[in-house]
């Protein structure tokens, strides 16, 4: 028996060497190029001073196929970027615009070396190196290749910077989309919301704001909860690459998957950055997007729900919504999963950190408050639909987004109505 044990444990041992020394059970590097996996058609470009710049991001199965292994498991994601540099002169491609913390080919390819013999690491060494996005574009050619980046799902901020050889910096600010998730905003068709748009001029619209419900309610409209306290205006192209510059994520459709994960980032103290997000209604609907903006765990988030509105402002789109903190989780039998989100009381300041998030995040053109919420003191607050307390001034922050970047010393304050000290 001992004789018997003993040979066990050699021939483990002599797995765990050959498995050190590199003798993986798979014997060659196959990636698939671009072509096969063909996620370059959903590429969006922009063409500036003669350089064009087209960017795509591969799902995390599609990334599977280019590089052998599953990198978005490693937490990493690849960034397919070409640059035509019909220019005169050279640029460099700048990396760390994309992520300070980005990685290096050859890290990526060190991160999926388990998977292959010594062979056909150097095999796959040499593939990530030479499918690298080169750090010089040179006047009058077209050169591409990845960026490998930490991992963002849902969408993508991509943003693409070169430098010139005459002290000029060209920037390219582009939202992604990366359809790996099944999110709240897929499920709505938005071109049959509504037949047509009444738009407004500034007044108009804060007329129209300070007539609308001051909180979301439950779906039989029976019960009122948190405060709708969120204006945005703006053009797609302004609002979404604007919150996803500030660190904000789509969320993940309530199913028992996404329920399963956001338990495990609770009990485990995992970061879930695509948690769901329980459905409020207005206008006779749940919220049409939801975003958050993710802590150390699921616990602790700020996040928040738009509804498209069925106006515009000087053609602009505009969304109401609600935006809270959540500070940590308790159990209730007022929601189905019998626990729930703990809000932070001062919903007022949640609606400042968004204000300040977005400024300098360069996507603020102005912004204002207006009244339609109703005051609850901090004496006598009132409750949302879980029970929990919040207390506001009763006003309602209007953000007006721009597509191109704004300073801070250019931010334009409406003076409609002032919070108070």
């Known amino acids: 028996m001992r004789a018997a044990t003993r040979h066990a444990w050699t021939a483990v041992l002599g797995v765990a060497v050959i498995a050190s020394c590199g003798c993986a059970t798979r014997g060659t590097y196959r990636p698939a190029t671009a072509a096969d996996v063909g996620f370059i058609d959903r590429a969006v470009s922009e063409t500036r001073d003669e350089v064009t710049v087209r960017v795509a991001v591969p799902t995390p199965e599609e990334a599977r196929q280019l590089f052998g292994f599953k990198t978005g498991k490693k937490g990493v994601q690849a960034v397919w970027v070409e640059v035509a540099n019909g220019s005169g002169h050279d640029y460099w491609f700048m990396p760390h615009a994309l992520d300070q913390d980005y990685y290096s080919a050859l890290e990526v390819a060190w991160l999926g070396r388990r998977r292959y013999t010594r062979e056909a690491r150097r095999d796959m060494e040499r593939s990530l190196h030479e499918r690298a996005m080169p750090f010089r574009v040179p006047a009058g050619q077209a050169v591409s290749g990845y960026a490998f980046v930490n991992q963002t799902l849902g969408a993508r901020h991509v943003l693409i910077e070169l430098v010139g050889d005459h002290q000029d910096v060209l920037s390219y600010d ?87 994960k956001t338990m495990l980032s609770s009990v485990f103290r995992r970061r879930y950055l695509y948690s769901p997000i329980s459905p409020l209604y207005l206008w006779g609907r749940p919220q049409d997007i939801a975003l958050q903006k993710a802590r150390a765990t699921v616990d602790e988030r700020n996040h928040l729900r738009l509804w498209l509105a069925p106006v515009t402002c000087n053609g602009e789109l505009v969304w109401l919504g609600q935006i809270s903190r959540d500070i940590g989780v308790r159990f209730t039998t007022k929601s189905p999963t019998i626990s729930t989100h703990k809000i932070d009381p001062d919903v007022d300041e949640t609606r400042s950190c968004l ?23 901090i004496e006598s607050p009132r409750g949302n639909l879980t029970g929990d307390p919040y207390f506001t001034d009763g006003l309602r922050i209007v953000l007006f987004l721009s597509e191109d970047r704004v300073a801070i010393d250019q931010l334009d304050f409406i003076e409609w109505e002032v919070p108070p000290l």
């Open 355 to 377: 204000l300040q998030e977005l400024i300098y995040a360069q996507g603020v053109a102005a912004f204002g408050f207006v009244s339609g919420v109703g005051a609850a003191p």
């Open 174 to 260: 582009f939202l992604v989309e990366v359809p790996a998730l099944d999110t709240d905003y897929q499920q709505v068709d938005f071109e049959r919301l509504y037949s047509s748009f009444d738009d407004l001029d500034p007044e108009g619209l804060r007329r129209w704001l300070e007539q609308q419900p001051a909180t979301v309610t439950d779906q039989k409209e029976s019960r009122l909860g948190d405060p709708l306290n969120l204006v945005v205006v703006g053009s797609e192209e302004a609002v979404w690459p604007a919150f996803v510059r500030a660190g904000w994520h789509v969320t993940e459709t309530m199913s028992a998957s996404s329920v399963w």
